[in-house]
T-cell receptor, first 115, second 116 residues
């Protein structure tokens, strides 16, 4: 079974700084997808960024980018020019490229952006 | 486009009582998921439907939890009888059915259950 581990329960940075959230995963599959989701106090999960394992190029979405290290099974999220609205829980998630499409989540990192 | 609708938003019950949650997915989405999110943890899949058939319910505590998706649209998750450890947020998500490519999941705002 796949597992996802986020080793940073909480992080805090000043507005406009850059912050990196860590995630490692374990799988024996070669075809899979990785995601970062944001969960604000409203509880709704919001997709931040996604990465296909077969792509070597790291995904980017505006201020959000990932560092995908397939051999090390590492998938970190970098948030540049952090904003107060980035304050939320962040979850790393794994989805197999085969069979039923279901997300396996990590434990989450609580990110606080301070003014 | 309307999102995934869930109700109620909050529910407080006493242990051994029963409770039901409702989910209305995005129109046309064939796949529906129920996740349980205990405080301080990531969501855990309870059950996955494709249309009105069950794809995965391996982590559903079947002695007390049940779920149905009639006519392949709305879904109801029930707990009977509830235990203290069932206190959690119950998230519903839906996604379109696409062969070969995973589509992103669209989540509702969840139901927060407190069992006293």
């Amino acid at each position: 079974a796949q597992t996802v581990t986020q080793s940073q329960p909480e992080m805090s940075v000043q507005e406009a700084e850059t912050v990196t959230l860590s995630c490692t995963y374990d799988t024996s599959e070669s075809n899979y997808y990785l995601f970062w989701y944001k969960q604000p106090p409203s509880r709704q999960m919001i997709l931040v960024i996604r990465q296909e394992a077969y792509k070597q190029q790291n995904a980017t979405e505006n201020r959000f980018s990932v560092n995908f290290q397939k051999a090390a099974k590492s998938f970190s999220l970098k948030i540049s020019d952090s904003q107060l609205g980035d304050t939320a829980m962040y979850f790393c998630a794994f989805m197999s490229g085969w069979g039923a499409q279901k997300l396996v989540f990590g434990q989450g990192t609580r990110l606080t952006i301070n003014p | 486009e309307a999102g995934v609708a869930q109700s109620p938003r909050y529910k407080i019950i006493e242990k051994r009582q029963s409770v039901a949650f409702w989910c209305n997915p995005i129109s046309g989405h064939a796949t529906l998921y129920w996740y349980q999110q205990i405080l301080g943890q990531g969501p855990k899949l309870l059950i996955q439907f494709q249309n009105n058939g069950v794809v995965d319910d391996s982590q559903l505590p079947k002695d007390r939890f049940s779920a149905e998706r009639l006519k392949g649209v709305d879904s109801t998750l029930k707990i009977q009888p509830a235990k203290l450890e069932d206190s959690a947020v119950y998230l519903c998500a839906s996604s379109p059915l696409t062969q070969g490519n995973p589509e992103k999941l669209f989540f509702g705002s969840g139901t927060q259950l407190s069992v006293l």
